[in-house]
């Protein structure tokens, strides 16, 4: 089944949590802090896989969750880093984060990755906190939570020449004739309810792919019809055959239409190359059209070359000159580096909110983060917790707003009490 759309939910792993601990041997009666960092926890990564042309795998899986990293041990052993997980996805996937409607990739050749949540940092061990006053810190932290996203991924198929045409125009019939693609073909209206992609070979070391867009029809580009969920797909092409049906009770009213939608949906669309295929010239009634079709369109500024799709007339011609016309375009810039989705705005920031009399909700992603980091029943890690506040000036925010000795304080999922 042809699936070009689907929303999951990503979650990266936690880093492992450092551990207080002190170095415990015969004969070594004062051996220090030894306790280890904990390890990273996995990220989630996205990754274009050869041969995949549907998000079908999305339909039964929807929840994708990286390994956490493991916690650090004795003698300053570090805990083991988690693996990456990799996301595999189709050329010409777009990637979403659904709540915020964002676009965070862009995934287009063989290989290439988008990293969408970076795996937790693991906390430090106690080992990290030991100064020349203070040779046995009881301070560590936990590992960093993990980044967790609803995502959106929309599949834009690539293809260097796009069909299109109202429905029974015969796309499908001429992308079997020219490729190795084997469509659903009949003689009714939307026998082709999904995109189709088919490689043809133009000689030994050449071929190019093309892509049968399902027929389009008035109303298209406001979702009518199959609207939308195919609209797009003609978006990657770079020159159009637009096949108009010699049968039609009027060829040139469809192919207006057909440019007009287009346009409607992206402008740039309608800015696009496109080869006039007039079809079925073998049947008689379309072969006597011909003259007044042809010179109709050339009136207009139009090129159109007649072909029969299923006798296979002029089809091969017809693909030469797309293919000629392709040559013509700018090759595509290529990007040195891959897509890695970075965060924008400052972690620092912070929200205070008056939620109950007396009660006080703080929101932010590094006091929520450093919350979540804090071994709360070590004295010295709420010592240092409270230096967090100091450094992000929260306590000042909170005294202006008129905090007062046995306030509750909520951040996350802790909830603290206030105390000058």
Known sequence: MFIDQAEIYVSSGKGGDGIVHFRREKYVPRGGPDGGDGGKGGDIVFQVKEHLNTLATFRHKRRFLAKNGERGGRNNRYGKSADDLIIHVPAGTLIYDTDTDELLGDLTEEGQQLIVCEGGRGGRGNTHFKNSRHQTPRTAEKGEPPVEKNIRLELKLIADIGLVGVPNAGKSTLLAALTNAQPKIGAYPFTTLIPNLGVAKIDEFE????????????????????GHEFLRHVQRTRVLIHLLDGMAEDPIADFSQINT??????????????????????QPPVAERWEEIKTTLEERGHQVMAISALARTDIRKLLLKAVEELSNLPAIEETEEMPVYRVETDPNEFEI??????????????I??????TYWGHYGSIRRFQKVMQALKIDV???EKGIKEGDTVLIGEYELEWQE
């Open 207 to 226: 071929s190019v792919v093309l892509a049968d867009i399902p027929g389009l029809i008035e109303g298209a580009s406001e979702g009518v019809g199959l």
């Open 261 to 282: 939608e287009l346009s409607l949906f992206d402008p740039k669309l309608g800015e696009k190359i496109q080869i006039i295929a007039f079809n079925k010239m073998d």
């Open 353 to 366: 909110h008056r939620i109950n009399d007396g009660d006080w909700q703080i929101s932010g992603q590094a």
């Open 368 to 373: 929520e983060r450093a919350a979540a980091m």
């Open 397 to 399: 925010a909170l005294r």
